[in-house]
Structure formats: C-alpha cells, structure tokens
C-alpha cells in the first residue's frame, strides 16, 4: 500500500498522514492516533518519500559508485561497510539510496540526487588524494561525510577514517622488531587517499629504524585475492625475495596464503604475513590465536559511525564539519615469527 491508498483509506491527506507519523506539532493529537492505529492495523510504514513530506527533506542516504573497472561493489570490505551504514539507517528509520554510474556521470547524478530531493545527504566513498567531490558537493549545498580523507581538499569538510598511517608505521615497526629487513607493502591503488597513508606509515618505520626502503618491494593494486597470489610469487621468484609481506587487505592475505602453501613455505614459519582489515562478515581471522596477524579495524563500524554523523548532519541542519579518526588494534596470529634463518 502507498501513501495515496492509505491516506484515502483513513479519510485525510497524504501530507496529514505523513505529518501524523512523524509527530508533526500542526498535527493534533486525535488525529495522530487515528492515522497511526489505521498504520499499525493496515501494515502501513511510510518510506523515504513520504517522510520527505513531512519534515521537507529526504529520508535518504545516497551513496554514488563510478563504475571505473574496480570490483568494490562486490569486494566483502565494502559489502562490510554497507552493511554498516544499513544497520545505523534502519535503527534511525532511514533508507539508502545506491546507484552506480560511469565516472564521467557523477557530478550529473548528485546534482540530480540534490534537484530532485531524493536524498537528505551521501557517503563519499573511496577518495582519491586529489577527489573534486568535497568541492562539488560543497557547491550544491548537498550534505555528505566522506569515508577517509582528500589530502588535497583544503576547506574543512566531514569525515571519518581509520589512523592508516599510524596503523601501517606500527605494523612495520612490530615486523621490524621481529627482525625482518625486507618486508613488502602490498597496498591498495596508489591513487586512493588511503594507500599513500598507508605507504607513507611503512616508509616512516623503517627509516626511523635505518632500513632504506627498497621500491621494489612497494607493489600497489586493486585489493584482490588473485593479486595476493601473483604478487607473492613474483616476489618469491626475485634473487633476495623479502622475509616478510604487509597487506593492506585480508582479501590479499588470503592470495598469500595460497600462493605460499603451492611454493611449499609455511605461512609463518618461512614468511611472515601482516595483513589489515580481518575483521569482515565473510571473511573471518577466526581462532583464538588467530590464522593472521592484523591490524584490525572493523570496517562495519566504521559504516554505522559514518551513516550516524550524515544523519545527524541532516536531521539538525547544523553544518558545522565533523571529523573522527578511529585506530586500528594490533591482532598478533600464527602468521608472523622472526625470519627463518635457515
């Protein structure tokens, strides 16, 4: 049932009923009983549109995905993250509103989210360094929290990330304890935001401990699976391979994995694996010493805190930029051990 059957089954009109669920102040308390007890006896809860009646925006969230090649949509970080986001916008009553767009389609598609009044604000997810969206959004007047940084977005604007460099310099730092020298970064896309920091932590820890960076053992790429793989054995397959491989997924983890075990080496024993980002819905680190050590960070979490900020953004009016930086906790696992020296 819509909200033009039900406002002609209780006898007033759609903008009474939508204020009436809302506990609208115009609305009297009479009323209100009536259309929330016809509500509760018809099976009736208004959506996003009908709320937008009521309070004059969108009960909404959009989230704008390019569709550039890349497999977030159905990588289990961002399955995480959106499962998340839903979890904090079902307990506040909010709908999301998802669409995937070519890249060069995105500055069309918020400007008709805004025009349009089909979301109260979006996710900015997986910025670049030097993202124009903070600014376009800015622009139109259309609120939105980004899910980590634009290094290069001067003008102060909403967020919420995880300390990536803090987590990678502490990640390198624990592998350098243990006496590993060669130990390779397999990031993520070096054009996201978030790699560069993650980068930047690695090369921090092992200058500050007197190792020289090698670059070929800083590797970037798509965060798969099957790039874990054929990293690891090209890496494997180098005169001086490295003692040691930091993931920037769990995804990627688990191609090591594979590739390691096929080589005949033992994950742990013969090469030490730190990975980020373990702790995802279908993809677990399980045990109570788990299979790999990581830094954890849930990313789950992360989609709750960012949907309660952009609501609250919404909901308030206030667009004061809010920021909150979350740190990730080092798991020690089965996968780390100081360097065979055998």
């Known amino acids: ?46 959506n996003a549109h009908a709320r937008f009646l009521a309070k004059g925006r969108a ?30 916008c079902a307990h506040r009553k909010f709908e999301i509103n998802l669409c995937a767009v070519q890249d060069h389609e995105q500055e069309t598609a918020y400007r008709q989210l805004k025009s349009k009044g089909l979301v109260g604000g979006v996710v900015v997810q997986f910025p670049r360094h030097d993202d124009p969206r903070p600014a376009l959004l800015e622009k139109i007047g259309l609120p939105f929290v980004v899910h980590g940084r634009v290094s290069r977005h001067d003008a102060p604007y909403s967020w919420v990330d995880v300390n990536n460099q803090r987590a990678f310099h502490r990640a390198t730092a624990f592998l350098l304890q243990l006496g590993h020298r060669r130990i390779a970064l397999l990031n993520g896309d070096d054009s996201l935001d978030f790699a560069t920091r993650r980068r930047d932590g690695w090369l921090q820890a092992l200058t500050e401990a007197g190792v020289s960076p090698q670059p070929e053992l800083a590797l970037s790429d798509e965060m798969t699976t099957a790039y874990g793989y054929r990293t690891t ?27 390691l075990e096929e080589a005949g080496l033992r994950l742990g024993a013969d090469m030490s694996v730190l990975c980020f980002d373990d702790d995802l819905s279908y993809l677990r680190n399980p045990g109570a010493v788990p299979i790999f050590t990581a830094m954890r960070s849930p990313v789950r979490e992360a989609g709750r805190r960012i949907a309660a900020m952009l609501i609250d953004k919404i909901e308030t009016g206030d667009p004061t930029p809010r920021q909150e930086l979350m740190e990730a906790d080092l798991v020690v696992g089965r996968s780390t051990a100081p360097p065979w020296a055998g």
């Open 1 to 46: 049932m819509n909200l033009k059957q039900f406002a002609e089954l209780v006898g007033v009109s759609q903008t009474t009923v939508s204020r009436a669920l809302n506990g609208h102040p115009e609305v009297s308390a009479r009323t209100r009983a009536r259309v929330a007890e016809a509500a509760r006896r018809h099976g009736y809860a208004p």
């Open 59 to 88: 009960a909404a969230l959009g989230c704008v995905l390019p569709m550039s090649g890349r497999n977030e949509i159905v990588n289990p970080i961002y399955t995480d993250f959106l499962a998340g986001l839903g979890e904090e």
């Open 233 to 259: 054995l090209r890496l494997l397959a180098q005169p001086e391979p490295p003692t040691a491989l930091l993931c920037s997924s769990t995804v990627i983890a688990h191609g090591v994995k594979q590739a």
